[in-house]
């Protein structure tokens, strides 16, 4: 599913260059969930930029199921991030004026989806992660959890095998975190394939590798005994399965 080969992203800063991807080699199989650690500043946020074909390398190769994101131009990273990429940010990104349902609704729009089947998809999303009763609210009238899941929707919604996440519980308690690691959980058992960055050692022992960055390198590859969430309500369960789109 991610293919890289002597990635590498630097950031010249006057006569200083960062190196906040260096030479990364990594493959991560359909399927996974994988978190990636590692100090502040080692570069994963850089590097999860460069997996979303939201920043490009310096140099190396970086192919998302057997694309090569490294040869494609911006108007081809962004069809590419738009269809078959979905994003979970430490601060959500939600639209403050705009309720559940459009703000979910808003990569189907850029992928001019019909405004019905818009509307009627993110109304699916919002319900699959327990927002049914929700979906006409601002983000700023809902919880941080429930902002999250919201954010989650929005990602799922043009139905993506490829999940990304920045420090999703970052904002969050450990309780609420523990839920949004039991969607991707979820999601990740239905088959989407799950990459996150974090810093909480809490919530990446719920994935099934760990991958430890310092100074933009892979420094450890770990594999995890992933312990097990107690489930979601079977219902939940059920329709994380049927909208998502790896199933
Ligand atoms: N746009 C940029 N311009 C210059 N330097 C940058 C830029 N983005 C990141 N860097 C540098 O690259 C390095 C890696 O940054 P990155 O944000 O990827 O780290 P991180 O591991 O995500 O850290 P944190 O845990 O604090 O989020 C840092 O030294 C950072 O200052
Ligand atoms: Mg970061």
Redesign the pocket.
């Known amino acids: 599913m991610i293919d890289t080969q002597k990635l590498q ?1 630097y ?1 010249e ?1 006057g006569d200083s260059c ?4 260096d030479n990364v080699d990594l493959s991560i199989a359909a399927g996974e969930f994988v978190a990636v650690m ?12 460069v997996l979303g074909a939201m ?1 490009r390398p310096t140099a190396g190769s970086v192919s998302i199921n057997n694309r090569r994101l490294d040869l494609m131009n911006d108007q081809q990273c962004s069809d590419f991030r738009n269809r078959e990429l979905g994003f979970v940010f430490q601060s959500f990104h939600l639209l403050p004026r705009m309720n559940l349902i459009r703000n979910t609704e808003l990569p189907m729009i850029y992928a001019q989806a019909e405004p019905a089947s818009r509307r009627a998809r993110a109304e699916q999303l919002l319900k699959a992660v327990g927002l049914g009763d929700r979906m006409d609210r601002l983000p700023t009238e809902l919880s941080g959890g429930q902002c999250q899941r919201a954010a989650i929707a929005r990602a799922l919604v043009n139905g993506p095998k490829l999940l990304l996440a ?2 999703p519980t970052g904002n969050l308690d450990s309780r609420t975190g523990l839920e949004i690691i039991g969607i991707f959980q979820a999601l990740n058992r239905a088959g989407m394939t799950v990459v996150m ?1 974090t ?1 909480d050692e809490n919530m990446a022992e719920h994935a099934g590798r760990i991958i430890r ?1 310092c100074d ?1 390198r892979v420094e450890h590859i770990e594999n995890v005994a992933r312990p097990l969430l107690s489930q979601l309500p079977e219902s939940i369960e059920n329709s994380l399965r049927e909208v998502s789109g790896a199933a």
């Open positions: 992203r950031f800063i960062v190196k906040a991807v590692g100090p502040s500043g080692s570069g994963k946020s850089t590097l999860l930029y920043d920045d420090e960055v810093h960055m933009g």
